[in-house]
């Protein structure tokens, strides 16, 4: 199974995924940011590499992709995971607590839930899960998330996972 985790910059896809590598080493993780740098933007250095996940057996492993903010940005790539029928868990939290723990310091609220909610709606709306991690701290958000993935992973495959 390949679950794609998605959601705004900050609200905690890469702490979770640090978490999963401890506490789930089985799983196979593939991190687009650092897959990729500076071409995260770059849906022909991307999907090459999404491409071969999909073509490769699994023969019971997990994938676990963290897709970062600016690959979620690209139209090919929610065209990608619809055509692909992908797993998708979406991490949210509200724009006002995220904003405060992103990556781009004094970012203003007003472009933050454009950028990262408003456009995004369509995208996050193919989330088979939405993982909230509303008034949770670094560590309890990102348990949250690695609980979710494994309850996911937990189910027979043929279904979309717990329900959020």
Do not use: C
């Given at each position: 199974?390949?679950?794609?985790?998605?959601?705004?910059?900050?609200?905690?896809?890469?702490?979770?995924?640090?978490?999963?590598?401890?506490?789930?080493?089985?799983?196979?993780?593939?991190?687009?940011?650092?897959?990729?740098?500076?071409?995260?933007?770059?849906?022909?250095?991307?999907e090459p590499?999404?491409?071969?996940?999909?073509?490769?057996?699994?023969?019971?492993?997990?994938?676990?992709v963290d897709?970062?903010?600016?690959?979620?940005?690209?139209?090919?790539?929610?065209?990608?995971?619809?055509?692909?029928?992908?797993?998708?868990?979406?991490?949210?939290?509200?724009?006002?607590?995220?904003?405060?723990?992103?990556?781009?310091?004094?970012?203003?609220?007003?472009?933050?839930?454009?950028?990262?909610?408003?456009?995004?709606?369509?995208?996050?709306?193919?989330?088979?899960?939405?993982?909230?991690?509303?008034?949770?701290?670094?560590?309890?958000?990102?348990?949250?998330?690695?609980?979710?993935?494994?309850?996911?992973?937990?189910?027979?495959?043929?279904?979309?996972?717990?329900?959020?």
């Amino acid at each position: 199974m390949i679950i794609y985790l998605l959601g705004p910059s900050g609200v905690g896809k890469s702490n979770a995924v640090q978490l999963l590598r401890s506490d789930q080493p089985q799983l196979d993780i593939v991190d687009l940011d650092a897959d990729f740098p500076g071409r995260q933007f770059d849906w022909h250095a991307i999907e090459p590499r999404l491409a071969q996940l999909h073509q490769q057996p699994v023969d019971g492993r997990h994938v676990v992709v963290d897709v970062g903010a600016g690959t979620q940005t690209l139209s090919e790539f929610s065209a990608f995971l619809r055509g692909a029928g992908a797993l998708v868990i979406v991490v949210t939290a509200p724009p006002e607590q995220v904003v405060l723990r992103q990556p781009i310091p004094n970012r203003r609220v007003d472009e933050f839930i454009t950028t990262e909610y408003a456009t995004r709606q369509q995208l996050y709306g193919l989330a088979a899960v939405t993982v909230d991690v509303t008034g949770l701290g670094k560590e309890a958000a990102a348990q949250l998330v690695v609980d979710r993935v494994a309850a996911v992973l937990g189910s027979d495959g043929t279904d979309d996972g717990p329900a959020s």
